[in-house]
């Protein structure tokens, strides 16, 4: 459960043992409770609000250490074995719309 002072911007770690993004870290970009939009590896994605729990909030060290991983990974640009690792996690997710996707988009990195 988060704290009542939780606010966008702040990240956020899955909780939810039968979610399928369970473990994964993920910034808050949109809050309606009881349903949190959050950023996971720059993919949108709707979570109930207890399912969460605070990892970093905003303007705090631990924040900016996590904001430096997250602008690191989508500003690198994505090399084979980084298309293979997302394509693989979301079939393990079974969101196939965006494994499509990254395989379009592995396939247009080759040209």
């Known amino acids: 459960m988060l704290n009542p002072n939780t606010r966008v911007g702040d990240f956020v770690k899955v909780d939810d043992k039968d979610s399928p993004y369970y473990g994964m870290v993920g910034r808050i970009i949109q ?3 009881p349903y949190l ?4 590896y720059g993919k949108k994605v709707s979570i109930e609000e207890k ?3 605070l990892v970093a909030r905003s303007g705090t060290k631990s924040h900016d250490r996590y904001k430096e991983i997250e ?3 989508s500003t690198k640009r994505l090399v084979k074995e980084d298309y293979d690792d997302l394509i ?3 079939i ?3 969101d196939w719309k965006w494994a499509r996707e990254l395989e379009e988009r ?3 990195a080759r040209k």
């Open 92 to 94: 393990d997710i079974k």
């Open 37 to 40: 939009i959050l950023d996971i």
């Open 31 to 33: 809050y309606n409770p």
């Open 88 to 90: 693989n996690m979301a």
């Open 106 to 108: 592995k396939r247009a």
């Open 51 to 53: 399912a969460l729990s």
């Open 71 to 73: 602008d690191d990974k």
